[in-house]
């Protein structure tokens, strides 16, 4: 357990609403992620942070943004939701660079 | 961009038996791989880091192994039991620490009791 918390849990929101997913560390890890799970695309990588205000693009970048404004919280927003954006959503930590652990996860329903 | 296959995609065999997982990738560059399980509903286990400089790695009842060369890692399970269930899923990493893993889709394993 590398003391990942994810909020909510479960969300369903209606299109068009913005939406904002939150992942909570409490081990000062440097590297954090948020990937999405899809039936037929496994896991893909969305954003990822590298340090406090240190963002970057992943693959499925579109639609999404993220802010990093303590060590401890990575929030995924979603502008404006739509249905294609329902899945489920994971956070990780890196421990130095290295091995990544992974959050519990969102899962999150557009209708 | 590296890409990562799992081969099969679903596997049963009986309790007890010895088995195997394929993971094959395309970009040699490889700076480690990583074995998780993920139960029904549920998030990420990790269960076996390699790093690139490395060939092997064993948790318990599991050995991991890595062959840059040839693009392939494999998943051995020895002895396996009901509890194994789950989707093991293979994983790299191409880039250095700042750099997100790139996933297979995954071998959805089942043990007859």
């Known amino acids: 357990d590398a003391g990942i918390t994810q909020s909510p849990r479960h969300k369903v929101t209606e299109t068009g609403t913005p939406v904002t997913l939150r992942c909570h560390q409490t081990e000062n890890h440097r590297y954090m992620y948020w990937y999405r799970q899809d039936p037929g695309h496994g896991l893909r990588l969305i954003h990822y942070?590298?340090?406090?205000?240190?963002?970057d693009k992943g693959e499925v970048s579109d639609g999404y943004s993220v802010s990093r404004s303590k060590t401890e919280d990575f929030l995924l927003t979603l502008e404006s939701a739509t249905s294609s954006q329902t899945s489920v959503y994971f956070c990780a930590i890196s421990v130095q660079g290295y091995e990544q652990y992974f959050g519990p996860g969102t899962r999150l329903t557009v209708t | 961009k590296q890409e990562v296959t799992q081969i099969p995609a679903a596997l049963s065999v009986p309790e007890g038996e010895n088995l195997v997982l394929n993971c094959s990738f395309t970009?040699?560059?490889?700076?480690?791989l990583q074995w998780f399980r993920q139960d029904p509903g549920k998030g990420l286990t990790s269960l076996l880091l390699i790093q690139s400089s490395q060939r092997e790695q064993t948790s318990g009842r599991l050995n991991a192994s890595l062959d840059k060369s040839s693009g392939r890692s494999t998943l051995y399970i020895a002895a396996s039991q009901p509890g194994d269930s789950a989707t093991y899923l293979c994983a790299g990493l191409s880039g250095g620490g700042a750099d997100g893993l790139t996933f297979g889709k995954g071998t959805h394993l089942i043990i007859q009791p």
């Open positions: 970009d040699s560059a490889i700076y480690n």
């Open positions: 942070s590298y340090g406090v205000k240190d963002t």
